[in-house]
């Protein structure tokens, strides 16, 4: 089973910068994908960005040219940078780990969420 941490959330204003970080810990075979998602109020969950095995990556056209993804592959840990933020990127961010678990079974896991605010 994997467990996963989120953290780097918080308040910024509108045109700042924040660095979410994801942790995967836990039994595994290995990790397919690590993606974030976010969900605003009264809105549907949606996804950030992704990064999969071989350095491919993918982002919503929101935040093409100012986010950007990355992994720590030794750490299990994947990032999401943010800059330029806008008042409408405010949301509860989600870390998202697809994996081959022990028994070879795909699974994913999701993190607890960390509430992202870009507001003067």
């Known amino acids: 089973q994997v467990h996963l941490v989120e953290s780097g959330g918080g308040l910024v204003q509108p045109g700042g910068s924040l660095r979410l970080s994801c942790a995967a810990s836990?039994?595994?075979?290995?990790?397919?994908?690590m993606e974030w998602y976010r969900q605003a109020p009264g809105q549907e969950r949606e996804l950030v960005a992704a990064s999969s095995n071989g350095d491919y990556t993918n982002y919503a056209d929101s935040v093409k040219g100012r986010f950007t993804i990355s992994r720590d592959n030794a750490k299990n840990t994947v990032y999401l940078q943010m800059n330029t933020l806008k008042p409408e990127d405010t949301a509860v961010y989600y870390c998202n780990v697809k994996y081959r678990s022990i028994g070879w079974r795909s699974l994913e896991v999701w993190g607890q969420g960390t509430l992202v605010t870009v507001s003067s």
């Open positions: 836990g039994s595994f075979i290995y990790i397919n994908s």
